[in-house]
């Protein structure tokens, strides 16, 4: 058995490299970039006003101060202007020659076309000018390879002169269940029967992420059928659940091989998820989740989400958190343990009962107590790291 971080590093790299592509803004939003940017452009271009009022000269205050014309955002005075003249100006719009400060509108008295302070003033020369580079100027760094595109970056490649972005291409994930007991969801379920829950468990967990998924349904418990169906996959990632243990009918492993595929780690140090293989089958990274659907779900959460993300060029920091307990936990063993938990009035309370086939807990899980290989026993207030699955 290998340990968590040593999966999680043999994962990202047997991943296939995920090329590059140009795409329009809108669809970059949530992607890593794959390339840095620079500044196409300075932000303002020139000197601007920051506030609706008089552009003017700061030694002509108090007044009166003659208004010869108009600067609007867009549509700035062609002139300059001279002791003892103002121009009406907006936010936004270019600050006219001549002009070193803006007095405020609610700070101005204004009769016809002559000015005179009306409150405090500006205060000092320079006031409410937003200088031209204020933001940045033409060939600045702006952006990182390997930057989040949120909302804010989105916003400012557009202002820096960017229509479109690098990022990795879409990652085309396949997932198949396997289990002869399954049948699929609102289906009638016979007596030996269970209803497929772990791929639209997967499929949600990345929902939001670069992919394209597309379901291979249920796969029976048959090496041959398995075979099959991982001979005509084509993905960039392949996820399996069930059939990972070691029970007669656990056949994700032969099945692979037999395809032409080859196993690169199976079994990790970790509770629920023990059973979690990994493999290549030509260009397709595979990986075999346990059937149980806790397992399954820690699984995505500590392995698949990370990778998807590694490979759409980013990197997924984990959301931990120390919370005081709620009450005493046991010794842990060799596997790093998962024990879902809610969180009421700051202290964490574990889940009494941790079988990694119960979704009710799950559902009603807030977070994760992460328990380390060979954790000591803890007591009721000590303090354990927490991973938020909200
Ligand atoms: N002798 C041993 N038995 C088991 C071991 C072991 O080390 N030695 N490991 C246990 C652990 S840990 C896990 S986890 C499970 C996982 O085994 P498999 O990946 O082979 O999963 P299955 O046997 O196929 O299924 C387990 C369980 O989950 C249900 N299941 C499967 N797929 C789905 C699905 N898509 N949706 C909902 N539920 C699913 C399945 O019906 C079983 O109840 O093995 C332990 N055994
Ligand atoms: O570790 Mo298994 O993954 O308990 O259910």
């Not at 989105?154 to 007991?181: C, H, K």
């Not at 090496?223 to 001979?231: D, K, N, S, V």
């Not at 964490?348 to 000591?376: K, W």
Request: proline share 9%; net charge negative; charged share 20%.
């Amino acid at each position: 058995m290998i340990s968590l971080d040593e999966a999680l590093a043999r994962l990202c790299a047997l991943a296939p490299a995920i090329p590059a592509e140009t795409v329009p803004l809108a669809q970059a939003a949530g992607r890593w970039l794959a390339e840095p940017i620079a500044a196409k452009r300075t932000q303002p271009m020139r000197d601007l006003s920051a506030m609706d009022g008089y552009a003017l000269r700061f030694a002509d205050l108090p007044g009166p101060i003659a208004v010869v014309g108009e600067s609007a955002a867009g549509r700035g005075f062609a002139g300059s202007i001279g002791p003892g003249e103002a121009v009406r100006i907006f936010t936004g719009a270019p600050l006219p020659a001549g002009a070193d400060t803006i007095l405020v509108q609610e700070e101005a008295a204004r009769d016809g076309d002559v000015l005179t302070l009306d409150g405090g003033g500006p205060g000092s020369v320079g006031r409410h000018i937003r200088r031209a580079g204020l933001d940045f100027s033409t060939g600045e760094a702006l952006l990182a390879a390997g930057d989040r595109l949120t909302p804010p970056a989105l916003a400012l490649a557009a202002i820096a002169g960017y229509a479109e972005l690098p990022v990795r291409r879409t990652i085309r994930v396949a997932i198949a269940a396997t289990g002869d007991e399954l049948v699929p969801p609102g289906q009638p379920v016979p007596p030996d029967g269970l209803p497929e829950s772990n791929s639209i468990l997967v499929a949600a967990m990345l929902a939001g992420l670069p992919v394209s998924i597309e379901q291979l349904g249920i796969l029976p418990d048959d090496r041959a059928a398995i075979e099959a169906a991982f001979t005509r996959v084509d993905a960039d990632l392949l996820i399996t659940t069930g059939g990972a243990s070691v029970g007669d009918h656990d056949l994700v492993r032969p099945a692979l091989e037999a395809a032409g595929g080859q196993i690169d780690f199976w079994r990790i140090a970790m509770r629920p998820g023990k059973p979690m293989l990994a493999g290549r089958l030509r260009d397709t990274l595979v990986i075999g989740l346990p059937g149980n659907p806790v397992a399954a779900f820690v699984t995505t959460l500590r392995f698949v989400k990370p990778l998807v993300v590694a490979m759409a060029g980013g990197t997924l920091p984990l959301a931990t958190r120390h919370l005081p307990l709620a009450g005493p936990l046991p010794a842990n063993d060799h596997r790093a343990d998962h024990l879902r938990a809610t969180i009421q009035g700051g202290i964490v309370y574990s889940a009494g009962r941790q079988d990694s086939s119960m979704l009710r807990t799950l559902a009603h899980s807030d977070c994760m107590i992460l328990r380390a290989p060979h954790a000591p026993a803890a007591l009721a207030g000590d303090s354990v790291e927490v991973l938020m699955i909200g």
